[in-house]
């Protein structure tokens, strides 16, 4: 059973053994129409300090893990991402769609690392999978026939890919995606907007950017 929000659009996508579920919503309301009586802002802000001070309590190795770090890691993160204040949760261990903190708390996991972990987590055929690569060698540092298998996946799935150039990182794939992009078209120039995941390292504004 699905609980899905009033006034939201749904739609089912299909893709070969694939099944994807979407569902919109947008806030009818803009900042302009919210009613008088919201909350005073002094009151709004001891309800934070007090749910601020829960979750400090609540997850005190979480944030020890944090601190130790913030003593070799910029901001105590690998990426950007996962910086949340005060502190980050810190995981241990995942079980198909739950997710384990060092705190031993469990939390239903509605990120699956953005879309990446779609199958959950420690499934048996990922493992599986993962054993039998390791067991022949993981990183051969040479072209090897698994690599074609699974591009031959990829473009058999989605008819409108006819190759495959497997990248890094997001901000890889972007900058090569932009290579390709003014090559094929003969333009110089790039838009971009001001916000966006993957591109927040290129440097448009610069004489490299200016290259891209």
């Not at 739609?11 to 919109?24: C, M, N, P, Q, R």
């Amino acid at each position: 059973m699905l609980w899905i929000p009033k006034g939201s659009r749904s739609s089912i996508t299909y893709s070969k053994d694939l099944t994807a579920f979407y569902v919109e919503q947008t806030y009818r309301d803009s900042v302009e129409n919210v009613e008088s009586s919201e909350l005073p802002k002094p009151l709004m802000a001891r309800m934070l300090a007090g749910l601020r001070s829960d979750y400090q309590a609540s997850n005190p190795i979480s944030q020890d893990v944090h601190i130790q770090a913030c003593n070799h890691l910029p901001g105590g993160n690998t990426r950007s991402t996962l910086h949340m204040d005060p502190f980050p949760l810190s995981i241990v261990s995942g079980r198909g769609c739950f997710v384990t903190s060092v705190d031993g708390r469990d939390y239903l996991d509605f990120v699956a690392d953005y879309t990446a972990g779609v199958l959950g987590h420690s499934h048996v055929a990922i493992q599986q999978a993962i054993l039998s690569a390791t067991a022949i060698g993981a990183h051969l540092g040479a072209n090897n026939p698994f690599e074609v298998q699974l591009a031959k996946q990829l473009t058999a799935r989605f008819r409108s890919i006819d190759k495959v150039r497997f990248c890094n990182s997001g901000t890889e794939a972007n900058m090569l995606a932009i290579g390709v992009a003014k090559h094929y078209t003969q333009r110089s120039k790039v838009c971009r907007t001001s916000l966006l995941v993957m591109t927040d390292r290129i440097p448009f504004n610069t004489t490299l950017g200016s290259r891209l």
